[in-house]
T-cell receptor, first 110, second 114 residues
Framework: DAKTTQPPSMDCAEGRAANLPCNHS???????VYWYRQIHSQGPQYIIH???NNETNEMASLIITEDRKSSTLILPHATLRDTAVYYC???????????FGTGTRLTIIP | GAVVSQHPSWVICKSGTSVKIECRSL??????MFWYRQFPKQSLMLMAT?????????EQGVEKDKFLINHASLTLSTLTVTSAHPEDSSFYIC??????????FGPGTRLTVT
């Protein structure tokens, strides 16, 4: 079973920052937080992952709380193409067996 | 990122027939591949894990004799749905990993059984 919890849906205006929360209160010390997204009828796409430090790449930023029990994925300037279901997954790095929860359906509004 | 392909992208078959779906890693050697199934408006459900050269490990509730998985090379895994029925209609997705890479997913195969 998935160990993370996310809101089922969110809306965000085009051009604004989309902030997607994830609760992973049972995370252990050697588990990472991975984020993937799935655009309709496509395979999931890797976005970013982190352990305890905040991370940033060309797609997004990941902010992890100090106690590591929650995190926020930030898409800094959302576009219509960012409309997708976003999945937050906690897993040991090197264990590639990903278990998907229900995710957050993000809708970018023009 | 690494590229994973699936073939076919969609297939329609008659009830009782078998269908083979291919998953290929195009630019890396995939020591492990995973097969998922996704029903409409639901999340991905892991079906099985396949390691190159060995038997697949199936998740609880997945019939290994119905969903045959072969991972004969480091770039190819196949999923065969045997004696397909309408309830097997779904979106089948593979992911591949190896050489220290994060899992990369294929584009998926939509199976419709009539």
């Amino acid at each position: 079973d998935a160990k993370t919890t996310q809101p089922p849906s969110m809306d965000c205006a085009e051009g604004r920052a989309a902030n997607l929360p994830c609760n992973h209160s049972t995370i252990s010390g050697n588990e990472y937080v991975y984020w993937y997204r799935q655009i309709h009828s496509q395979g999931p796409q890797y976005i970013i992952h982190g352990l305890k430090n905040n991370e940033t790449n060309e797609m997004a930023s990941l902010i992890i709380t100090e106690d590591r029990k929650s995190s926020t994925l930030i898409l800094p300037h959302a576009t219509l193409r960012d409309t997708a279901v976003y999945y937050c997954i906690q897993i040991n790095f090197g264990n590639e067996k990903l278990t998907f929860g229900t995710g957050t359906r993000l809708t970018i509004i023009p | 990122g690494a590229v994973v392909s699936q073939h076919p992208s969609w297939v329609i078959c008659k009830s009782g027939t078998s269908v083979k779906i291919e998953c290929r890693s195009l630019d890396f050697q995939a020591t492990t591949m995973f097969w998922y199934r996704q029903f409409p408006k639901q999340s991905l459900m892991l079906m099985a894990t396949s390691n190159e050269g060995s038997k697949a490990t199936y998740e609880q509730g997945v019939e290994k004799d119905k969903f045959l998985i072969n991972h004969a090379s480091l770039t190819l895994s196949t999923l065969t749905v045997t004696s397909a029925h309408p309830e097997d209609s779904s979106f089948y997705i593979c992911s591949a990993t190896g050489q220290g890479l994060l899992p990369y997913f294929g584009p998926g195969t939509r199976l419709t059984v009539t």
